[in-house]
């Protein structure tokens, strides 16, 4: 996100955690620090294969509870920056069953994986993917579903299940432009998907 009062109304409106792009050729690029940082969501800095001093020093100053990393980051990677406090979120594009044995490298060194669409950039595709190859993740890491989810998700969401599966990530389904959230849009969500968990029995 990129603006001081829509991630305001966004954290309001019940997300958890909020991201920052560090990426400069995403057109959600984090190019200056907005006038308000989340005090309740957990802060979340996506990078895409940058050097570990640099990834440390952006989330010093902008106070970072997590790292997403989108790139070719080896697992060495991951393990300096959990070294620095920081939770690690490994994000894997889910092409196959090959991909999902691919996370096995980085079981140690990762509190989550997010698994997301594959696609030409990194991620923000509109895109979802096939989720029943999550079937064939075995792993003990946490993971959060990507790709292409959107208001029209929850039907889908409803009959999905895993045990690992811990949350999911919204992006490009609720914004109005690039890096600009629709707050009413994810309080709307984020209420039904709480009424949904309830239903089916899954837990938050």
């Not at 894997?92 to 991909?99: K, L, N, P, W």
């Not at 849009?185 to 029995?201: D, E, Q, W």
Request: contains cysteine; hydrophobic residues 35%; proline residues 7%.
């Amino acid at each position: 996100m990129t603006e001081g009062e829509n991630i305001r109304q966004t954290e309001s409106a019940g997300a958890e955690w909020i991201g920052f792009i560090f990426y400069p050729p995403s057109p959600r690029f984090a190019s200056r620090m907005p006038d308000y940082l989340p005090e309740h969501a957990r802060r979340v800095g996506v990078f895409v294969d940058t050097p570990t001093k640099d990834i440390t020093e952006i989330a010093r100053n902008w106070g970072l509870d997590l790292v997403q990393l989108h790139g070719k980051e080896p697992p060495a990677q991951c393990r300096e920056l959990q070294e620095e406090g920081l939770e690690v979120i490994k994000a894997f594009s889910v092409r196959d069953r090959a991909t999902l044995d691919d996370t096995a490298a980085y079981e140690d060194v990762c509190s989550y994986f997010l698994f997301d669409t594959p696609c030409t950039g990194y991620g923000g595709s509109g895109r979802s993917f096939n989720w029943n190859l999550t079937e064939h993740y075995q792993g003990r890491i946490p993971f959060l579903l990507g790709g292409g989810i959107t208001p029209g998700s929850l039907g889908k969401l409803a009959a999905f299940s895993h045990p690992q599966w811990a949350g999911i990530d919204l992006n490009s389904g609720f914004e109005r432009v690039p890096g600009i959230k629709n707050p009413q849009a994810i309080a709307r969500f984020v209420r039904m998907l709480g009424t949904l968990h309830k239903t089916t029995g899954h837990s938050d």
